[in-house]
């Protein structure tokens, strides 16, 4: 089965990283839909021309197999679909509600490493990485 999403992910964001662990081992077990790509590898900008760090540090990207880039809560949306889990977050995305969703994950987004902290007691980690 071919890569359906690619995730551009946080990999110094705790809670980040153990969404992204959660969706890997679903993912495991459906032949692998989804591939998993650090922002801050050393060769990221290198191997993803196209994706801006920064904008992808401030919202999550992901790109679809046929090159459609998606954002915040469309790709989590389309990466808990892929595992088998998108009845999950599907009401994020109806109407009357997506509005709302949206705002919120921006603010989430943009204070996620204070929330993390809050959250794991760690608001960011030098070498998160998603086979712990």
């Known amino acids: 089965m071919a890569?359906?999403?690619?995730?551009?992910?946080?990999?110094?964001?705790?809670?980040?990283?153990?969404e992204m662990r959660q969706l890997k081992a679903l993912d495991q077990k459906r032949?692998?839909?989804?591939?998993?790509?650090d922002i801050w590898a050393h060769d990221f900008a290198k191997r993803f021309p196209a994706i801006d760090i920064?904008?992808?540090?401030?919202?999550?990207?992901?790109?679809?197999?046929?090159g459609t880039l998606?954002?915040?809560l469309d790709v989590t949306h389309a990466?808990?679909?892929?595992?088998g889990r998108g009845w999950l977050t599907a009401p994020l995305r109806w109407p009357g509600i997506r509005w709302l969703a949206d705002r919120?994950?921006?603010?989430?987004?943009?204070h996620r490493n204070r929330i993390s902290k809050l959250i794991t007691?760690?608001?960011?980690?030098?070498?998160?990485s998603l086979d712990e």
């Open 3 to 18: 890569t359906e999403l690619i995730l551009f992910y946080d990999g110094g964001c705790p809670l980040c990283v153990h």
């Open 31 to 37: 032949k692998q839909r989804l591939q998993f790509e």
């Open 54 to 66: 920064e904008q992808a540090n401030r919202i999550l990207h992901g790109q679809r197999a046929d």
């Open 70 to 72: 998606l954002y915040g």
């Open 79 to 83: 990466a808990w679909s892929a595992v």
């Open 104 to 110: 919120g994950y921006l603010g989430f987004a943009k």
């Open 121 to 128: 007691g760690k608001e960011r980690c030098l070498q998160c």
